[in-house]
Each structure stands twice: as structure tokens, then as C-alpha cells.
Nanobody, 121 residues
Framework: QVQLVESGGGLVQPGGSLRLSCAAS????????MGWYRQTPGKQRELVAS???????NYADFVKGRFTISRDNAKNTMYLQMNSLEPEDTATYYC???????????????WGQGTLVTVSS
């Protein structure tokens, strides 16, 4: 079993900042790609940003220049620094990780439970 625990969500005013964290624990040999996704009611979950084990990053166009994804492999933790937040960023944010339990095992996916980000004045 692998658990992903997100934290850092909350209420922030437009133009403000938040930092999300996602900590992975459990039966993990190695974590590969990690990513942040978001979802609002009635809409599909969408990719916000992703990061490889070697720190190559990818961002959705709607967050480029405002959000920064990073990770600490020693702590199995990923972060999302969100600046210049807009009301349209209001959503539940989920972290996802690809991992293996032991050497040469298949790569598996795990999702966090989500953390709500509300951008409102």
C-alpha cells in the first residue's frame, strides 16, 4: 500500500500564493514521474504540472509562469508553488505518482485524496 497525503490547500485572495505538498509513504522502492492535477465539479480532471525523477518539468498553458513544481526525492515529496492565483484556479488539487514496490516490479499509479484550493475575495 502507498499513501499520498496532500496539504497546503485553503482560501486565498486573488493574486495571492499557496504552496501545496504531497508526501508519499508506504511500500515504495522508487518513485518516477509525479504530477499535480485539478478538478472542478462537472469537469474532467486536468493536468496542471508534472515532474520526472530527473526534474524535467511540464506545465499546462494556463499555469505557465505562475506555478512551479518541484520534488525532493529523498523525502518522496512533491510541491506546487502557486503564485498570482486567479478565481479560475479554484479546484480540488490531486497529486499522482508513478512508483515501483521493488526492483523490476511493474510501475503503478497512486493518487492522493485531494486538497481544496479556493481563490476568492
Amino acid at each position: 500500500q502507498v499513501q499520498l497525503v496532500e496539504s497546503g490547500g485553503g482560501l486565498v485572495q486573488p493574486g495571492g500564493s499557496l504552496r501545496l505538498s504531497c508526501a508519499a509513504s508506504g511500500s515504495i522502492f522508487r518513485i518516477y514521474d509525479m504530477g499535480w492535477y485539478r478538478q472542478t465539479p462537472g469537469k474532467q480532471r486536468e493536468l496542471v504540472a508534472s515532474i520526472t525523477r530527473g526534474d524535467s518539468t511540464n506545465y499546462a498553458d494556463f499555469v505557465k509562469g505562475r506555478f512551479t513544481i518541484s520534488r525532493d526525492n529523498a523525502k518522496n515529496t512533491m510541491y506546487l508553488q502557486m503564485n498570482s492565483l486567479e478565481p479560475e484556479d479554484t479546484a480540488t488539487y490531486y497529486c499522482k505518482t508513478e512508483y515501483v514496490r521493488t526492483f523490476l516490479n511493474p510501475i503503478l499509479d497512486a493518487w492522493g485524496q485531494g486538497t481544496l484550493v479556493t481563490v476568492s475575495s
